[in-house]
């Protein structure tokens, strides 16, 4: 199934199907600092929550609920895999922060070291 994921300040990512066999199937991870006895930073606690729908059946009631038990094995069985994504993305994007901010560095210090032509007149050796 196809979905959107949206991105929130550190604490929360939002999930949502947009294609798929479900009628509704949307949640989120909400991301919460753990602190020390000190009041030191000391971990993450992540929670899940998530909302399943199932498509309009033509069956009866008793049978609907019978559903939702099913349901929700199947979602704790794929949290494995949406634990792996959600590591694998967080990855990506601290890479890319830690990529922006090591190439912005490097930029200020090549920007930041003297020229060619006024090393030459400081070292007579450095001349053509």
Request: net charge neutral.
């Amino acid at each position: 199934a196809d979905g959107d994921v949206m991105e929130k300040p550190i604490q929360e990512i939002q999930f949502r199907q947009v294609q798929g066999n479900l009628a509704l199937y949307q949640g989120k991870w909400v991301l919460l600092e753990c602190r020390d006895e000190a009041g030191e930073p000391d971990g993450t606690n992540l929670k899940f929550a998530v909302e399943v729908g199932l498509p309009k059946l033509n069956t009866p009631v008793n049978v609907a609920n019978w559903w939702e038990p099913v349901l929700e094995r199947l979602v704790f069985e794929d949290l494995p895999t949406n634990l792996c994504a959600l590591k694998a993305r967080a990855e990506q994007v601290h890479n890319t922060r830690l990529m922006e901010a090591t190439g912005r560095a490097s930029l200020r210090f090549r920007a930041s070291r003297p020229k060619r032509a006024d090393l030459v007149k400081s070292f007579p050796m450095l001349q053509v």
